[in-house]
């Protein structure tokens, strides 16, 4: 069964660095999300995208956060400067199509922030 | 704004017992629901959907939820526990039916003794 990749596994990045978390969505999904998971907290929506640009993004997806779709396969969040708070579980996800399709979730980026 | 309750964040049953997880949502449209069960060190796996085809949702590895409007409720549930159920588990609804973000509970762990 085809599966949403993530990498690294683990992540760990000094305050104020820049760090890229990568996702391959599964191949022939079209819109693609990034959730994060603080330890102990629930799962949060960051951000959805959909032909090359942001379709919704939540209050937690500031200036700090872009997302990107570099090529035909790699879908990227990128946080510029990072916080202590943002040390999470990030989660990629992608869909075929809007909810109710379902969204299926890689095994997610674990980022600590020294 | 929409948003899922999950009643308990830790629920222990023994192996063969019924399992019953609740979920109670708020929303002011007929909302799209999902379960969904995080197994450790794992992303989140999709377990059942209720799209308004149908109260009664049956989904993988024998468990079921209901939708009741009266009470708001989508209780999941297994008739007999396996100590493979042993996980984390998130109800979540979609904020609205032309959207893509997944609202979630805080979850409920789930624990199965011998």
């Known amino acids: 069964e085809p599966e949403v990749t993530q990498t690294p596994s683990h992540q760990v990045t000094q305050m104020g660095q820049e760090v890229i978390l990568r996702c391959v969505p599964i191949s022939n999904h079209l819109y693609f999300y990034w959730y994060r998971q603080i330890l102990g907290q629930k799962v949060e929506f960051l951000v959805s995208f959909y032909n090359n640009e942001i379709s919704e993004k939540s209050e937690i997806f500031d200036d700090q956060f872009s997302v990107e779709r570099p090529d035909g396969s790699n879908f990227t969040l990128k946080i510029r400067s990072t916080k202590l708070e943002d040390s999470a579980m990030y989660f990629c996800?992608?869909?075929?199509?809007?909810?109710?399709?379902?969204?299926?979730f890689g095994d997610g980026t674990r980022l600590s922030i020294l | 704004a929409q948003s899922v309750t999950q009643l308990g964040s830790h629920v222990s049953v023994s192996e063969g017992a019924l399992v019953l997880l609740r979920c109670n949502y708020s929303s002011s449209v007929p909302p799209y629901l999902f379960w969904y069960v995080q197994y450790p060190n794992q992303g989140l796996q999709l377990l059942l959907k209720?799209?308004?085809?149908?109260?009664l949702v049956k989904g993988i590895n024998g468990f079921e939820a209901e939708f009741k409007k009266s009470e708001t409720s989508f209780h999941l549930t297994k008739p007999s526990a396996h100590m493979s159920d042993a996980a984390e588990y998130f109800c979540?609804?979609?904020?609205?039916?032309?959207?893509?973000?997944?609202?979630f509970g805080k979850g409920t762990t789930l624990s199965v003794s011998s």
């Open positions: 979540a609804v979609s904020p609205n039916q032309a959207g893509t973000a997944l609202i």
């Open positions: 209720y799209t308004s085809a149908a109260t």
């Open positions: 996800a992608s869909s075929q199509d809007i909810v109710p399709q379902p969204q299926h």
